[in-house]
């Protein structure tokens, strides 16, 4: 077993070694390269910003079900409302 991870970890840092001695492969979009007018730069915005909607979307519901729980568990600690009408002369 420890044979197989080793060669792994050994793959992974040849594969990491190569990376770093071949920066041509590793160029940057046009986004980052300077092209901001491009329709690929304007295109990763969109998906930016639908990513972010979604993201968002999550975060807010997981508040909301916070809260409706918070309420609901206060709700539960309150003493039942006594009633006048059923007290007996």
Known sequence: MKSRINKTLALVGALMMAMLLLPNSLLACAV????????????????????????????????????????????????PAQNQTDKTP
């Open 32 to 79: 980052c390269y300077g092209q901001s007018d491009s329709p690929l730069a304007k295109g990763m915005n969109w998906g930016i910003g639908v990513l972010m909607c979604c993201i968002l979307s999550v975060l807010c519901s997981i508040v909301v079900f916070f809260v409706h729980v918070g309420r609901q568990s206060s709700k539960l600690d309150q003493p």
